[in-house]
């Protein structure tokens, strides 16, 4: 498997910063799942054998991180903080608010494969609460008319 | 992207080039940017770390360490490389610094990251990014490559005929990973574990070798002091404590933000003056003042200096200085239910009354809060949060164990509110979860 000349030129200068190969593990793992969408089998197999691990290695360091992912999610995949400076600010109403409006729930992808929805910890916007994040855009100080005008604007995105 | 906010009894130093474009290297240089490392390649390691000494500069990411005191740990000969280590993995919930200071003044961590490598003798430093900050990283990889463009890094830098390399290095979501023994292990590829101390860092570190691991404020707060002196930055800040810090307010205030403001300034004042008073023209409750593991501090204990050892001797912590505001219709149970429920997603399940305490007072938190506790288990939630001190690897289990036994301690009287009010009396309509009383419970 190849990875896009990009990705696969950063994967060769990564490996050049550390005297061991295997400390690229965690960034490419995210990178690669950037690239692919999720790590499918084929992505870890490729992974590894970059690494020279065993593929049980690598899905054992998989399964610590959160942000990594075995499977699919939506084209945008929205992360809303309700951690104690989100909660205190109403982060759970939006978080609330998110699955009615997109009628799913936490870790699940509409039916048309756009939208990804995920109740997660701290995200560091804690001064700008209530905060979520979609993909890795933040989007702060939020309320219900703002988070409709955001999954709008997503939408159409997806459309362009 | 995040709004930056001012207020005149604010002392800008680590945030001086906030909102002026030094992501850019040329302004960067413009405003004073990398004078501190050529005068640190110029002095003695010793006169460097001396000088951090002299400042009582303490580490910015919790545990307020002395950083002077950290390098000179690192042992001078070593047959393996030395590491400078930048902890970027910021996720303590409240603390939202070091992104600022990322995005805002890249080229002062690079800075400071360099001047901590020459006064221990590394000539590698890593900067640990935490992975939702993505587009931090790539400020600070353009940052890393610019420096090099311009040889402040690489080989011979500054003309020295020294060489110091920096590189960033990414996360993939998680809080544990913050702790220095398991942000190494993530950073050599493996799952964020934390080490058994000792050894400590600074002898066996990364990759084996002597490694000094400090907070992205604490290392942008070196070149200043090597540039204005130790005693001037150690004069801002109360004995013991010196400098500034980036403090966090957020929560039930009018005017939630990151300030920076002398160690030792007052929380009062600090939520008062500075965050405009309490929001919805509400009292105040109580206050979270260092980001979610610091003990609680009720209101009437919060005119108080906030410097580390004051806050030790009032018997919470000064932390990361992410601090929590809370108005006085917060319902304390469902707040100590949130802050565990944290610390039991995070809890990486190496030790087990970590694992296990995180777990059992998630469980007896959520019934309580759901209206089906019992009265002898506000006992049962302290005893075991108790149990969870001090029997760790890392300082998770503390973490999530301190502000549990604060809460109930001080606001006991919320938890028998809860078995007269069931549900929540605060709250009824929060309650999302109902957990069934456990077998046996009676």
Known sequence: MRFSDQLETRIATMLTHYPVKRSILVPTLLFVQDEVGYLSDEAIAEVAKRVELTELEVRNVISYYSMLSLKPKGKFNIQVCTNICCMIRGGESIFDHCKKKLGIGHKMTTPDGLFSLEEVECIGACSWAPAMQVNYDFHENLTAEKVDAILDDYKRKAQQ | ?442
């Open chain 2, 1 to 442: 992207m995040a709004d930056l906010v001012s207020h005149p009894a604010e002392v800008k130093v680590v945030s001086k080039r906030f909102g002026k474009g030094a992501a850019n290297i040329d302004r960067y240089l413009e405003l004073d940017g990398y004078k501190a490392v050529q005068k640190a390649l110029g002095m003695d390691p010793d006169a460097i770390i001396n000088e951090v000494k002299t400042s009582a500069l303490r580490g910015r990411g919790g545990a307020g360490f002395a950083t002077g005191m950290k390098w000179s740990f690192v042992p001078k000969q070593s047959a393996k490389p030395k590491y400078v280590l930048c902890n970027g993995d910021e996720s303590e919930p409240g603390t939202c610094k070091d992104r600022l200071i990322l995005e805002h003044d890249p080229h002062s961590v690079i800075e400071g990251v360099m001047i901590a490598g020459l006064a221990i003798g590394a000539r590698i430093g890593y900067i640990y990014i935490r992975g939702e900050y993505r587009y931090l990283s790539v400020i600070m990889e353009k940052a890393i490559a610019d420096a090099y463009a311009r040889g402040f890094l690489g080989k011979n830098i500054f003309g020295s005929g020294r060489d110091f390399d920096v590189y960033w290095h990414g996360g993939a979501g998680a809080y544990e990973v913050g702790e220095e023994s398991a942000l190494m292990e993530s950073l050599e590829g493996k799952r964020g574990i934390p080490r058994i101390k000792p050894p400590f860092p600074a002898v066996v570190g990364l990759f084996g070798g002597p490694t000094v691991i400090n907070n992205v404020e604490t290392l942008a707060s070196v070149p200043p002091i090597i540039l204005q002196g130790g005693e001037w930055f150690a004069s801002l800040g109360t004995p013991k404590n010196g400098g500034t810090r980036l403090y966090c307010l957020n929560g039930h205030i009018n005017n939630p933000g990151v300030y920076e403001l002398p160690v030792g300034f007052n929380l009062l004042r600090m939520i008062n003056e500075v965050g405009g008073g309490i929001w919805k023209g509400r009292k105040l409750k109580a206050v979270t003042p260092g980001g979610s593991s610091c003990p609680i501090l009720k209101a009437e204990e919060c005119d108080i200096a906030m410097d580390f050892d004051t806050l030790m001797k009032a018997g919470s912590m000064l932390g990361s200085g992410g601090v929590v505001i809370l108005d006085d219709q917060t319902c304390m149970v469902k707040y100590a239910l949130r802050t565990i429920k944290f610390y039991q997603h995070e809890s990486c399940g190496w030790c087990i009354p970590c694992r296990e305490g995180t777990d059992w007072l998630k469980k007896s938190l959520t019934r309580f809060h759901a209206g089906a506790g019992l009265k002898k288990d506000i006992d049962n939630i302290q005893y075991l949060a108790e149990n969870m001190l001090g029997r760790t690897f890392c300082a998770l289990g503390d973490a999530a164990a301190m502000p549990t036994i604060s809460i109930v301690k001080k606001f006991r009287n919320e938890f028998e509110d809860h078995l007269e009010g069931r549900p929540c009396p605060y709250d009824p309509e929060a309650v999302t979860q109902q957990l069934p009383v456990l077998a046996g419970a009676h």
